[in-house]
């Protein structure tokens, strides 16, 4: 008879190549032996089924003398201990003979098929250890994913190889380093002393802070969550030797010699001196050495070194540039009693502070003389401040009652209460709404008492007053924390009233070039207004940007190509792509600028007027925003700053020729406690939870300067897991 056969593959010829269904050829049994959609690829699956048929014993043969191939035992271990039947060769002809297509080879052998499911279920079953894989990339996803890898890495690498042998434009001949004094050691400060070229500048950083403070932790830092030493950076680690750092603080200042006079911060014990206890105390006072003073007697000597200490020195430092970049302090709204019994949130000395606070107060409760009044009383912790920082302390706070409290202190954690008062009918309002409404429902889960309208008039030695819709009620307090309002700096308003008498407007009231009482007035480029070759950054400053509308005709005329007395659509979006480095709040509405032209294209003939286009300025000057004092908003101008300073030096241009300073919102964050925490990024895109919470620590962990503080912060993190907080000072 004739043999049958069996097809391995199918399918229809086209353009020269196998075609097959979305999914392969299949058998009976669903199993894929089909061949690539786009090219010729045989799956390994049909390779072994291939050369297993040769393995399988045919069960009849024209020639009766014919032997059946023999099976690979070693290979085929179910062949021994299952034969396939049917193996023996049929002598006679088959009763039953089946008709043969016509594309059908003949003289081929018939396949027993049972043999041949047998076979193909043990190959499924077998381990695949013939594949040359690593296991980064067994699967599909795991090869993209380390795909993507390389090629980020490639990329990250290709940037700096590119930035460091891209040459630098040369310096002219003759050329001298201008002298840039750096106010402060904060966010705009640290930014900006990071991205100066040392080769193009002589920098010397003033502040009494030699260390920088990574603010967004100062919550976590205050129970213990992390150590307030792995938040900080030594100034001195960033300028790395190629800046110089005085500890001091700047005094007073002359802008027309540009010369800033500062005071150290450095003070010691002298040995010998020649001035009585009596003597008043001067700055620059001169110390006397042990050798100009043997002349004394043992006993007056002793009175005089016991009562004298060295003052603090005054210096004068001369500057081509100015960054002022100190700060703000913090704002009691004129409230009585804040400064003497409330704690503020801004430094590590306000963390240590705190920590002291705390552990007294749960040191006091644990006497066994303590009632039950006086515990409730002195673990009651009250937070004046609904805005990110009041809304982590408490959350905080709240977790660290109820865990290392409850566990370290036995019966004390059911005392413990957390109230925050907040002058506004929600939470965060900085925020997105429904951020806000999360986070008052975590609160209300954990007992976090929250006082909605609520402010602050009074804070006494044990009561803070609140008052709500005019009535008065007090809250007894163990604790209270302050954390709502910036403040005017001193030397901010030492530079304003110069600013304002140097420009004769301080004479004349609502005239004034420095008009703002609490920050100093910039233009788009962050210098300050009245004043040449002064700068000011982050809390300290506010930027004035300039008005559309003062410059109407002038970008109406520019925009204006074929001089027809009105503006296309593609004359006027021309226009605000050219000037959004000019005015940066074109950049907010560039993606809506034919949104805007159809909206104030009132006749519909698709062109502008002068009239229709002072509209549209009108409108756009009217979104100005004033930017949040955040740590985002000041290191983001640190960064612009030195890249305009080094561009500009290199170049030999003016500041006007480059962009103005365009805030870009990446996103905020804020925990609120038991592993939660909420976020909310630049597309108003939201998230919630623990997921949240995860970025939260992700982020904030990848924006340390160094990895010492890398290192220490992810030990801080664990270490708080395993074992809980340490609550010794």
Known sequence: MRKQVIRLVGGSTRKGR?????????????????????????????????????????????????KPPQTN????????TNPAPNTQPNSGKNPNPQPNPQNTPPNLPKINWDEYRRQHQALQKKPKEDKE????????????????????????????????????????PGFV????????????????????????YDVTIVSPSNYFVFTPLLSSATIGTVNERSIIEPIRDMCKGQYNYIKGKAKSIDLEKKVVTCVSSASKVVSNTIRTPTTPVREGTQVVTKAEGENLSEEDSVQKVSA???????????????????????????????????????????????????????????????TEEFKKKILSFVIVGGGPTGVETAGELKEFLDTTVAQKFPGLAQYGTVTLVQTLDHLLNTFDMKIGKYTEK??????????????????????????????????????????????????????????????????TPGKEIQKNKNVLITDPWLRVQGVNDVFALGDCASIEHQRLMGHCVELFNAA????????????????????????????????????????YDKD???????????????????????????AQVASQQGEYLSRIFNAMTRSGGKMENFEAFNYKHLGSFAYIGSDRAVGEFSNKYTVQGIGAWWLWRSVYWSMQYSWKNKVSIAMDWMRTSLFGRDVTL
């Open 18 to 66: 196998v075609g097959c269904s979305r999914g392969g050829n299949r058998d009976v049994r669903g199993n894929n032996f089909g061949i690539n959609k786009s090219r010729v690829t045989i799956n390994p699956t049909l390779i072994r089924a291939a050369t297993t048929l040769q393995s399988i014993h045919y069960s009849t043969s024209t020639d009766s003398n014919s």
């Open 73 to 80: 035992s070693s290979k085929n271990p179910t062949s021994q």
């Open 133 to 172: 894989e690593t296991p980064l990339i067994r699967s599909n996803k795991g090869y993209y994913s380390a795909l993507i890898i390389i090629i980020t890495g490639l990329g990250i690498a290709t940037y700096y190889m590119v930035d460091w042998l891209t040459p630098k434009a040369p310096l002219p």
């Open 177 to 200: 380093k201008q002298r840039v004094v750096v106010l402060g050691t904060g966010w705009a400060a640290v930014s900006l002393i990071q991205g100066l070229d040392p080769e193009l």
């Open 308 to 370: 004298q200490v060295i003052d603090k020195v005054v210096f004068s430092l001369p500057y081509d540039k100015l960054v002022v970049a100190i700060g703000a302090k913090n704002n009691t709204f004129g409230t009585p009693g804040v400064v003497q019994h409330c704690h503020f949130l801004k430094s590590i000395k306000d963390v240590r502070q705190i920590k002291e606070k705390i552990n007294s107060c749960l040191e006091l409760a644990n006497l066994p003389n303590s």
């Open 442 to 507: 975590e609160f209300g889960k954990r007992n976090i008492n929250v006082m909605y309208k609520t402010r602050a008039i009074g804070v006494d030695k044990e009561k803070v007053i609140v008052e709500k819709e005019g009535v008065k009620s007090e809250l007894d307090y163990g604790m209270c924390i302050w954390a709502t309002g910036l403040g005017v700096n001193p030397f901010v308003t030492l530079i304003r009233d110069k600013i304002n008498q140097a420009t004769g407007t301080s004479a």
């Open 560 to 599: 204006d190509k074929d001089k027809d007395g009105s503006l296309t659509l593609a004359e006027f979006v021309a226009e605000i792509e050219k000037e959004k480095g000019r005015f940066p709040q074109l950049e907010i509405i560039a993606v809506k600028a034919q949104q805007l032209f159809r909206e």
């Open 604 to 630: 519909h003939n698709q062109r502008l007027d002068l009239a229709e286009f002072k509209e549209v300025l009108t409108k756009i000057d009217s979104q100005i925003t004033k930017l949040p004092a955040t």
